[in-house]
C-alpha cells in the first residue's frame, strides 16, 4: 500500500510542477493545489500506514495507530485551503484589472 501511495503522490508532485510552469495563472494556482496534495499524502504514507485502535489508553489494547500525521495533515490542509482561496481572489482581481491571466502579458514583456 505504501508503494501505491507513494507513486501517487509523484504523480501529483510530477502534474503539480507541470502545471507551475505554464503561463496562465489559473494553472498555476491548480500546480500549487496539486503539490499541496501530493505533499499530504507524502505525509501520510511516511507515517506508516498502519491499522491500530484509536490512540486513547484502554486496558488490553497494545496496537495503537499514530495521530500525529493526520494532525499535521488536517493544519496542513486548512492552511492550503486558505493559501487557494487567497491566490485564487488575487488571480481574479488581476485578471479584471489586466483583461488577461497570462504571465507573460502580465510581467510587461515587450515580445507578445
Same mark, same amino acid.
Given at each position: ?7 501517487? +503522490? ?20 491548480? =500546480? +500549487?493545489?496539486?503539490?499541496?496534495? =501530493? +505533499? ?14 484509536? /490512540?486513547?489508553?484502554?486496558? =488490553? ?7 500525529? /500525521? ?43
Amino acid at each position: 500500500m505504501e508503494i501505491i501511495m507513494t507513486v501517487l +503522490a509523484g504523480i501529483l508532485f510530477t502534474a503539480g510542477v507541470y502545471n507551475l510552469l505554464q503561463k496562465q495563472l489559473l494553472r498555476i494556482i491548480v =500546480g +500549487a493545489t496539486l503539490i499541496s496534495h =501530493g +505533499a499530504h499524502l507524502f505525509i501520510l504514507t511516511m507515517g506508516e500506514l498502519k491499522r491500530g485502535a484509536p /490512540p486513547v489508553l484502554q486496558d =488490553g489494547i497494545e496496537n495503537y495507530s499514530d495521530p500525529l /500525521p493526520q494532525a499535521l495533515i488536517l493544519t496542513s490542509i486548512v492552511i492550503s485551503f486558505g493559501i487557494t482561496s487567497l491566490l485564487l481572489v488575487l488571480a481574479y482581481r488581476a485578471s479584471k484589472e489586466n483583461g488577461t491571466d497570462n504571465m507573460e502579458k502580465l510581467r510587461g514583456n515587450e515580445n507578445e
